[in-house]
T-cell receptor, first 115, second 114 residues
Framework: AQKITQTQPGMFVQEKEAVTLDCTYD???????LFWYKQPSSGEMIFLIY??????QNATEGRYSLNFQKARKSANLVISASQLGDSAMYFC????????????FGQGTRLTINP | NAGVTQTPKFRVLKTGQSMTLLCAQD?????MYWYRQDPGMGLRLIHY???????AKGEVPDGYNVSRLKKQNFLLGLESAAPSQTSVYFC?????????????FGPGTRLTVL
């Protein structure tokens, strides 16, 4: 079965510091995608970044980068130069082709940026 | 281009009542999904559709039914609401089923069952 584990229920970071949100995954499928979504207090789900299982390089999107370590089955999100607006819940998710074609979500990490 | 929209945004039901949640997307996506999010948890898949006229069960389908009569719409029905169905419901859509296809989410519907 596929599973996503986010071990940090909450994190507190000073503004302008970099922050790493942990995500480990479990799947036996060789083809999968890893996603990070941000959920602010307003509730919507905002797509941040994607990493494919066959991608050779780590994905980057502006201040977001994904530290993909395939052998360790980890896909950590790195936010550089954090801002107050980064305060939100962050979800790691995995999508595989086989089975239910679904996104499997972790339980999330609540990130709080302090001024 | 509205993306994914959900109707209604909020709803309060009494136990045993029925209701339908409507999801609409204007991106011509083939795949559509219904998720529920309970407090402190990630999203869990209820049902999904890989195209007009098709539906399939997800991780937590019991107590829900769905229909996809038109490509742009995906309806989620609760025939007899129970307090355990109090949750926030998200609809999502994607162009295809490949692992690299991003899912676009609607704003969510907050449902309370008393």
């Amino acid at each position: 079965a596929q599973k996503i584990t986010q071990t940090q229920p909450g994190m507190f970071v000073q503004e302008k510091e970099a922050v790493t949100l942990d995500c480990t995954y479990d799947t036996s499928d060789p083809s999968y995608g890893l996603f990070w979504y941000k959920q602010p207090s307003s509730g919507e789900m905002i797509f941040l970044i994607y990493q494919g299982s066959y991608d050779q390089q780590n994905a980057t999107e502006g201040r977001y980068s994904l530290n993909f370590q395939k052998a360790r089955k980890s896909a950590n999100l790195v936010i550089s130069a954090s801002q107050l607006g980064d305060s939100a819940m962050y979800f790691c998710a995995m999508r595989i082709i086989q089975g239910a074609q679904k996104l499997v979500f972790g339980q999330g990490t609540r990130l709080t940026i302090n001024p | 281009n509205a993306g994914v929209t959900q109707t209604p945004k909020f709803r309060v039901l009494k136990t045993g009542q029925s209701m339908t949640l409507l999801c609409a997307q204007d991106m011509n996506h083939e795949y559509m999904y219904w998720y529920r999010q309970d407090p402190g948890m990630g999203l869990r898949l209820i049902h999904y559709s890989v195209g007009e006229g098709t539906t399939a069960k997800g991780e937590v389908p019991d107590g829900y039914n769905v229909s996809r009569l038109k490509k742009q719409n995906f309806l989620l029905g609760l025939e007899s609401a129970a307090p355990s169905q109090t949750s926030v419901y998200f609809c999502a859509s994607s162009y295809g089923g490949s692992s690299y296809n991003e899912q676009f989410f609607g704003p969510g519907t907050r449902l309370t069952v008393l």
